[in-house]
């Protein structure tokens, strides 16, 4: 396992900005705390993902809205083999083999063995598994756990790692490929671009700015003053409460439409193909 610690210098709220293209960041908002705290690792000893857990940089600076605490994560190195005319590349989003995609987890050697798993399937080029046989195994991966004061916010870019908040923080930004977001606390302002990834907010206070293409969005608790809300294939769901005020914007081409106690709102839903209704 390689682990690294960081602590920012400065006392008290701040905002947070995440970049890291694979695995997993959780925010945990701790009120005892009076400087945020990070915590970059790996299961791997060696290799490319304990390097990219040891050059990562957290450096923090002064923003026009106040002091920001970058955590960059750098891209994790691929690696290539070439064995009998095939080209294995080893990324951390999967492996592509003479013109075919694997799942990451896979490992090859220049003398053609190839292991899935920690198990060998292939060995000089030659199945060695039987017929059928089921191999698998978790692939290295890499792990943000940031601990904040109260009234952070927080910023994930990403290609692929997703996002859990636990606690109640100003705000949330995402802008990512995939990778699940699950906030678990209140959130004042919430503005996520993805392409695929899904979004369950527990409580949103104030504003929700939300576009996908297929991830779904479902604010259980929804209180703010502005919502809007666009997916091509995704699915919106928003519970609205009595505190919530204005104008309420969702739509999707394909995915449904719901919302929930939002009739004293401006409600502008819709979908082309799926159904938009409010009970």
């Given at each position: 396992?390689?682990?690294?610690?960081?602590?920012?210098?400065?006392?008290?709220?701040?905002?947070?900005?995440?970049?890291?293209?694979?695995?997993?960041?959780?925010?945990?908002?701790?009120?005892?705390?009076?400087?945020?705290?990070?915590?970059?690792?790996?299961?791997?000893?060696?290799?490319?993902?304990?390097?990219?857990?040891?050059?990562?940089?957290?450096?923090?600076?002064?923003?026009?809205?106040?002091?920001?605490?970058?955590?960059?994560?750098?891209?994790?190195?691929?690696?290539?083999?070439?064995?009998?005319?095939?080209?294995?590349?080893?990324?951390?989003?999967?492996?592509?083999?003479?013109?075919?995609?694997?799942?990451?987890?896979?490992?090859?050697?220049?003398?053609?063995?190839?292991?899935?798993g920690g198990r060998k399937?292939?060995?000089?080029?030659?199945?060695?598994?039987?017929?059928?046989?089921?191999?698998?195994?978790?692939?290295?991966?890499?792990?943000?756990?940031?601990?904040?004061?109260?009234?952070?916010?927080?910023?994930?870019?990403?290609?692929?790692?997703?996002?859990?908040?636990?606690?109640?923080?100003?705000?949330?930004?995402?802008?990512?490929?995939?990778?699940?977001?699950?906030?678990?606390?209140?959130?004042?302002?919430?503005?996520?671009?993805?392409?695929?990834?899904?979004?369950?907010?527990?409580?949103?206070?104030?504003?929700?700015?939300?576009?996908?293409?297929?991830?779904?969005?479902?604010?259980?608790?929804?209180?703010?003053?502005?919502?809007?809300?666009?997916?091509?294939?995704?699915?919106?769901?928003?519970?609205?409460?009595?505190?919530?005020?204005?104008?309420?914007?969702?739509?999707?081409?394909?995915?449904?439409?719901?919302?929930?106690?939002?009739?004293h709102l401006d409600l502008?839903?819709?979908?082309?193909?799926?159904?938009?209704r409010n009970h």
């Amino acid at each position: 396992m390689t682990i690294r610690d960081f602590w920012a210098p400065s006392p008290g709220p701040l905002v947070v900005h995440v970049t890291s293209p694979v695995g997993k960041v959780k925010a945990i908002v701790d009120s005892r705390l009076r400087h945020a705290q990070v915590t970059v690792e790996t299961g791997e000893d060696s290799g490319r993902f304990a390097e990219a857990v040891n050059d990562t940089e957290v450096t923090e600076e002064q923003v026009n809205y106040g002091r920001r605490l970058r955590v960059t994560v750098p891209e994790v190195r691929p690696v290539t083999h070439r064995h009998a005319g095939a080209t294995y590349n080893f990324g951390e989003n999967g492996t592509f083999v003479g013109g075919m995609t694997f799942g990451s987890g896979i490992q090859a050697t220049s003398e053609g063995d190839v292991f899935i798993g920690g198990r060998k399937v292939v060995q000089d080029g030659r199945v060695v598994v039987d017929k059928g046989t089921v191999v698998g195994g978790p692939a290295a991966t890499i792990t943000v756990t940031v601990r904040l004061p109260r009234e952070c916010a927080v910023l994930l870019s990403s290609t692929s790692a997703g996002l859990e908040v636990v606690g109640d923080v100003a705000a949330v930004g995402v802008t990512s490929v995939s990778g699940a977001i699950e906030l678990g606390g209140a959130v004042g302002w919430l503005t996520v671009n993805t392409v695929s990834g899904n979004v369950v907010a527990e409580r949103v206070d104030r504003n929700v700015s939300h576009t996908s293409v297929s991830g779904s969005l479902e604010v259980l608790a929804y209180s703010g003053e502005a919502f809007e809300s666009a997916s091509t294939g995704g699915t919106i769901r928003v519970t609205a409460t009595p505190a919530s005020t204005g104008v309420l914007r969702a739509n999707s081409v394909s995915g449904d439409v719901v919302t929930t106690g939002a009739g004293h709102l401006d409600l502008r839903t819709s979908s082309m193909t799926g159904r938009a209704r409010n009970h």
